[in-house]
């Protein structure tokens, strides 16, 4: 029996002690979500990893990418399964060893977990050793090999890989509870929910949008956006909010300089308002100090005044071009440069504030009626699923009506009684 699998490691699950267990079947079923419609079957739990086996053989490279994705994976080895007779092991060895391309040396890395197999680690390197240098050729090199023949043995199996991929690290999605993100379609937005994911929260996008003084361009934008998202299991939902009018009523109302800072709260408020409904026990940005003008020290501050729930901002000390190298690995980097209307851009002064006084911040804001405003726009509110997730929609919000905005009563009907983020 010879059975092509991708053996799973994970490192930070390892170290969950008690609760480990719970860690491990979370990984198990966002496995299973993350390959629906790639040849495997079920993924299953095995002593300290996990085990997809295959339906066809030919792509497990393809397999092996999806699964390094996924958050909580450490390394994902594309093995051969095979028991534990001498000379399958020496003819899979082998097996494995011409698939690994170029190569003048090797070394034979054997683990047992916990088994009754007759022959220690050691003893295996050395058979399996000899049998690869007399079929294969090259030479042994134990310090600084060009391929390692990994060799797994386990309760009645064997598992022999040269193929490991890196996996992303982190948590499993699912094992840390919600986060409201505030989504652009903009480079950082899209990075800093990601690293949240990875964290092991679920993440519920909300996106602003200039309409109805903008097309809904940066909409359709974030909908790709979060396909690419969703792809780690992380993503539940992503709701839109039609912003332009509001902010139409903020550069009418408040001091020019300031009007970015009260798009910003206003926005806070009305995530915050979402973050309710889903009981989502904070929020994520992806502001960087001093990326740009609303972004420094001062501002942060004046924006985390309004906010009640923490802020939560994963990139407030990486380079812009740290950020880039890492949405373009996640695959958000092209959509992100693609052309946009960006509804902060809307009615922008020429001379935004840069280090704002929170007196002067609190002073406008009190020219708002924010209770009202942001009423108004929950009653724009749309949303889009992305299933396949670990995500529960909030309960009152189990069948909602499509993608159109629901009425100000709805959602206020819909909204619990408990306090923010209880
Ligand atoms: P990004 O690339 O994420 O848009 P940015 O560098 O362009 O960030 P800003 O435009 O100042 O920075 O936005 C800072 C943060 O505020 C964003 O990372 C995002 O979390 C939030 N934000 C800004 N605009 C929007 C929007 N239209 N909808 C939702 N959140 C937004
Ligand atoms: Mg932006």
């Known amino acids: 029996m010879t059975q092509r699998v991708c053996l799973i490691g994970y490192h930070e699950i390892g170290l969950k002690g008690r609760n480990k267990n719970g860690f491990e079947r979370r990984l198990r079923d966002?496995?299973?979500t993350a390959l629906v419609g790639l040849p495997v079957e079920k993924a299953r739990i095995l002593a300290s990893r996990l085990e997809v086996a295959l339906t066809d053989d030919t792509q497990i490279e393809q397999v092996g990418q999806r699964i390094s994705r996924v958050p909580g994976v450490a390394t994902v080895s594309l093995a051969y399964k095979t028991n534990r007779d001498f000379e399958v092991m020496e003819a899979t060895a082998l097996r494995a060893l011409r698939e690994a391309g170029p190569w003048e040396s090797f070394a034979v890395v054997?683990?047992?977990?916990?088994?009754?197999?007759?022959?220690?680690?050691?003893?295996?390197n050395r058979r399996l050793g000899a049998h690869l240098l007399a079929h294969a050729g090259g030479k042994v090199d134990l310090s600084n090999p060009d391929v390692r023949v990994g060799v797994t043995v386990a309760q009645g199996y064997v598992y022999t890989f040269t193929r490991k991929i890196n996996g992303v690290g982190g948590l499993p999605v699912g094992s840390a509870g919600k986060i409201i993100s505030l989504l652009s379609a903009g480079i950082d937005s899209p990075v800093a929910s990601w690293r949240m994911m990875r964290r092991g929260a679920t993440i519920v996008g909300v996106h602003?949008?200039?309409?109805?003084?903008?097309?809904?361009?940066?909409?359709?934008?974030?909908?790709?956006?979060?396909?690419?998202?969703?792809?780690s299991g992380g993503l539940g939902r992503v709701y839109f909010v039609a912003f332009g009018e509001l902010q139409k009523e903020i550069s009418l109302l408040c001091p020019p300089d300031l009007r970015v800072l009260m798009y910003r709260r206003l926005m806070i408020k009305?995530?915050?308002?979402?973050?309710?409904?889903?009981?989502?026990?904070?929020?994520?940005?992806?502001?960087?100090?001093?990326?740009?003008?609303s972004q420094t020290l001062e501002n942060i501050a004046a924006?985390?005044?309004?906010?009640?729930?923490?802020?939560?901002?994963?990139?407030?000390?990486?380079?812009?071009?740290?950020?880039?190298?890492?949405?373009?690995?996640?695959?958000?980097?092209?959509?992100?440069?693609?052309?946009?209307?960006?509804?902060?851009?809307?009615?922008?002064?020429?001379?935004?504030?840069?280090?704002?006084r929170i007196s002067a911040v609190v002073e406008a804001w009190e020219l708002?009626?924010?209770?009202?405003?942001?009423?108004?726009?929950?009653?724009?509110?749309?949303?889009?699923?992305?299933?396949?997730?670990?995500?529960?929609?909030?309960?009152?919000?189990?069948?909602p009506t499509g993608e159109s905005g629901w009425s100000v009563a709805q959602v206020a009907a819909a909204l619990p009684p408990e306090t923010l983020g209880s």
């Open 303 to 356: 924006i985390d005044e309004a906010a009640i729930l923490p802020v939560l901002r994963p990139l407030v000390g990486n380079d812009k071009q740290e950020i880039i190298i890492e949405a373009k690995t996640i695959g958000t980097y092209e959509l992100s440069i693609s052309d946009h209307d960006d509804c902060c851009t809307l009615f922008m002064p020429r001379t935004p504030e840069t280090h704002a």
């Open 368 to 399: 708002l009626d924010i209770d009202r405003m942001v009423e108004d726009a929950l009653a724009t509110l749309s949303w889009r699923d992305f299933p396949g997730t670990s995500y529960r929609s909030p309960k009152p919000w189990h069948t």
């Open 110 to 124: 054997t683990k047992r977990s916990n088994t009754d197999h007759p022959e220690t680690s050691i003893e295996i």
């Open 30 to 32: 966002n496995l299973d």
């Open 208 to 231: 602003f949008s200039g309409r109805p003084h903008t097309g809904d361009q940066s909409d359709r934008l974030v909908v790709e956006i979060g396909e690419v998202l969703r792809r």
């Open 270 to 293: 009305v995530a915050e308002k979402i973050a309710r409904v889903e009981r989502a026990k904070a929020l994520v940005t992806g502001e960087s100090l001093g990326q740009v003008a």
